[in-house]
């Protein structure tokens, strides 16, 4: 086996954080929680399916009250905005300095809704919601954490839920996804194909 060809390609000093050298594509979500006498919702690209059970997680530092949130009362939404929720995605990111009250300002400032089952906002207008009983915190990569939830209520919307009889392709272009390309820029996903999955290949 040759060594990989690395004549076109750039060393990255792993003593530095690589990611802000590189696109790389995640998912945008917005995590709603309770913050003491009021609520909060906060931006998280760093976000996945916890396996294939009903699990979901999200990369956090305690640096944000987000952490904190989930720590204490043990909960918390998942809204997955469409593309033309950027802008309203990029509110609930507004710094708590610059902005004075953000749980305030942000809940005012957007369109939001309740959790059936959990004390926490999501944002309307989305096409999936999760709401999660906090599963396990693991703290320990750099400053930052991996918060885990288990999905009790998953709410989807009806032109983008998966069934046999619609053409996935045609269904995603006429309904397109959000993607958040780190770091800074986002997608509109309408043109998508078939993976080439081997022969008997099962997950």
């Known amino acids: 086996m040759n060594p ?16 802000d050298r590189v696109y790389t594509i995640a998912p945008l979500v917005i995590i709603g929680s309770k913050e003491g006498d009021s609520y909060d919702l906060a931006p998280k690209h760093m976000a996945a399916p916890m396996g294939f059970d009903n699990y ?8 944000h009250k987000t952490y904190h949130n989930i720590r204490q009362y043990e909960e918390f939404t998942v809204s997955f905005p469409n593309p033309d929720q950027v802008l309203m995605a990029s509110l609930t990111a507004s710094n708590r300095k610059s902005v004075g009250n953000k749980t305030t300002s942000v809940l005012d400032a957007l369109e939001v809704a309740w959790g059936h089952t ?11 919601y999760l709401e999660c009983a906090l599963h396990r915190i693991v703290d320990g990569f750099g400053t930052n954490a991996l918060i885990t939830g288990y999905i009790h209520k998953a709410y989807v919307d009806e ?14 272009a006429r ?7 780190a770091n800074g820029r986002f997608a509109k996903i309408e043109q998508t194909f078939n993976f080439p999955f ?3 290949f099962s997950k």
């Open 4 to 19: 990989l060809a690395l004549d076109t390609f750039v060393n990255l000093d792993p003593k530095t954080p690589i990611w």
């Open 56 to 63: 979901f997680g999200f990369v956090c530092t305690p640096d």
């Open 118 to 128: 959990v004390d926490a906002p999501v944002v309307a207008g989305c096409y999936l």
């Open 159 to 172: 032109d983008l839920l998966r069934v046999s009889e619609i053409d996935e392709g045609d269904q995603i």
């Open 175 to 181: 309904h397109p996804l959000l993607a958040y390309i």
């Open 198 to 200: 081997p022969k008997d």
